[in-house]
């Protein structure tokens, strides 16, 4: 089950007044970015943060999921608490590098 509009946007108001944020659809599910810093996935209508050493106090006691088969487990974020909300983002965007862009590749004439 992919996310829906509907979630997306009730996501997006609960990050509304944190500065920098973005998001892009990533096959059928959105990658969420603060300053050009990926932090956040929403999948199937689940808002997921990676396990980071620098959340692990902060997120102790949140559960865990997989947001995509294969993918290594991941807290599961309450977005609906905006104050831990913004203490994640604000967390992640000091400890996240920017995402380097991937060079297409080129192919010459054979």
């Not at 990658?31 to 997921?48: A, E, G, R, W």
């Not at 831990?84 to 590098?97: F, H, K």
């Amino acid at each position: 089950m992919a996310t829906t509009k509907e979630y997306l946007d009730f996501v997006c108001t609960q990050l509304e007044g944190i500065q920098g944020v973005d998001y892009k659809r990533m096959f059928g599910e959105y990658q969420f970015y603060v300053n050009d810093k990926p932090v956040l996935l929403v999948c199937d209508n689940t808002v997921f943060v990676k396990n980071h050493l620098a959340l692990a106090q902060l997120l102790e006691d949140a559960p865990e999921g997989v947001p995509y088969p294969g993918a290594k487990p991941q807290r599961i974020l309450d977005v609906e608490n905006r104050v831990l909300t913004a203490q994640v983002l604000e967390i992640l965007e000091r400890v996240t590098p920017v995402s380097k862009r991937r060079a297409r590749k080129t192919y010459g004439m054979l």
